[in-house]
Structures are given as structure tokens and as C-alpha cells.
Antibody, heavy 122, light 110 residues
């Protein structure tokens, strides 16, 4: 059974750096075709793709947010970490991590974490 | 990368069929058969219901079907049920090796 769970601070101050961890089970990020993606959703708004990391440690980021984002992985711990610098109130959102298994569902996110709400406020 | 265009809301009566459109460009929807659809109930994580334009993951009802013509993809829900009331999002792989989502469509069962 594939599970993902996001963890990190619920509240960050403007200009601070956000660090979120996605801990997963039921698959390995060293398996060919495997990838973990970060997606966010401001309250009442649409989903926004942030970036992903794949089994070969390739990383891809949203064009608009690329300067602020870093995604890394610790395969031995089954974790993927998202770092977003210079947080602003507009970054308030529920942040999700999700899995892609390219050999099965190509660029679709077949399993999602429950999401973690991050509020940016002083 | 601009968001894909979806209608804000679609409604239908139980048993009816409804269709949600998702319009992009030749650099995303029109250029690849990597369109996916997600169902999201309130305060829940999205759930994959269609991938690669028209494929259903195991366990997803065959009342959900997908298609694509040019730069527009579509999700059809047939035999509409009360449990189908939710938000629906399309997504597509893009030529920038990113993914873009639609703005979401709220489905109401009358």
C-alpha cells in the first residue's frame, strides 16, 4: 500500500524559509520510473504544481517559483524535502506531495498525501 | 505557463451525463497525451480518476471517461450520482517539462 505524509510547520513568518518533508512508504524512489512531486492549493483556489524529483535525482521546478524552490531526496529514509525561500502571505496554502510512477501512469499523480496547511503570517 | 481553462461550474441531475472541458495550447494539452483528471471532495486530497487522456486507474468507476480533441480535453461523468459532487481538476504535461493544472470545475448534482 502506497502512502505519503507531509510534515512541517503550520505557521511561518514572512521572509522566512519553509521546509516541508514528505515521508512515504510502499515504494522506493530508487525504482526506475518513480518520482515525487510537490503541489500546493491556496484556500478555495486551484492546484498549483511546484516541482518534482525523480529516481535519477533529476529535478524540475515551476518556472515562476524556480528561484525560490529546492527539492531533495533521502532514498534511505524514504523522504523528499521541499524548501521554499522568502515566504509571503500569498504562499499560504495546503501543500501536498504526490507520487508519479511513470511506467504505469506517465505524468499522473496516482497517490497523494493528506496535505499540510501552511499559513504565512507575522 | 498559464493555467488550463475549465468552466467554473457544471451541474446535472442524478442519472444525467455531464462533460467538463479543459482547454490548453499546443505546448501542453494539444502536444501530449498526458492529460489527467482529479476529483477532490471538500477538505480531502485530490484523487486520480483519468490518466493519459482516457485511461482509468484500477478501482475508478467506468462512469468516468476522458477524451481529447486538439487543444481541448474533456471529462464525461455518466449516470451522475450524488457522490460525484466535488471539484474536478485537469492537468497536463508541458513542453517545459512541467505540469500545469486547470482552474477547477465545481460539479453540483441537482
Amino acid at each position: 500500500q502506497v502512502t505519503l505524509r507531509e510534515s512541517g510547520p503550520a505557521l511561518v513568518k514572512p521572509t522566512q524559509t519553509l521546509t516541508l518533508t514528505c515521508t512515504f512508504s510502499g515504494f522506493s524512489l530508487s525504482t526506475s520510473g518513480m518520482s515525487v512531486t510537490w503541489i500546493r492549493q491556496p484556500p478555495g483556489k486551484a492546484l498549483e504544481w511546484l516541482g518534482r524529483i525523480d529516481w535519477e535525482d533529476n529535478k524540475y521546478y515551476s518556472t515562476s517559483l524556480k528561484p525560490r524552490l529546492t527539492i531533495s531526496k533521502d532514498t534511505s529514509k524514504n523522504q523528499v524535502v521541499l524548501t521554499m525561500t522568502y515566504m509571503e502571505p500569498v504562499d499560504t496554502a495546503t501543500y501536498y506531495c504526490a507520487r508519479i510512477f511513470f511506467t504505469v501512469t506517465n505524468h499522473a499523480f496516482d497517490s497523494w498525501g493528506q496535505g499540510t496547511l501552511v499559513t504565512v503570517s507575522s | 505557463q498559464s493555467a488550463l481553462t475549465q468552466p467554473a461550474s457544471v451541474s446535472g441531475s442524478p442519472g444525467q451525463a455531464i462533460t467538463i472541458s479543459c482547454t490548453g495550447t499546443s505546448t501542453d494539452v494539444g502536444g501530449y497525451n498526458y492529460v489527467s483528471w482529479y476529483q477532490q471532495h471538500p477538505d480531502k486530497a485530490p484523487k486520480l480518476i483519468i490518466f493519459d487522456v482516457s485511461n482509468r486507474p484500477s478501482g475508478v468507476s467506468n462512469r468516468f471517461s476522458g477524451s481529447k480533441s486538439g487543444n481541448t480535453a474533456s471529462l464525461t461523468i455518466s449516470g451522475l450520482q450524488a457522490e460525484d459532487e466535488a471539484d474536478y481538476y485537469c492537468s497536463s504535461f508541458t513542453s517545459s517539462i512541467t505540469v500545469v493544472f486547470g482552474g477547477g470545475t465545481k460539479v453540483t448534482v441537482l
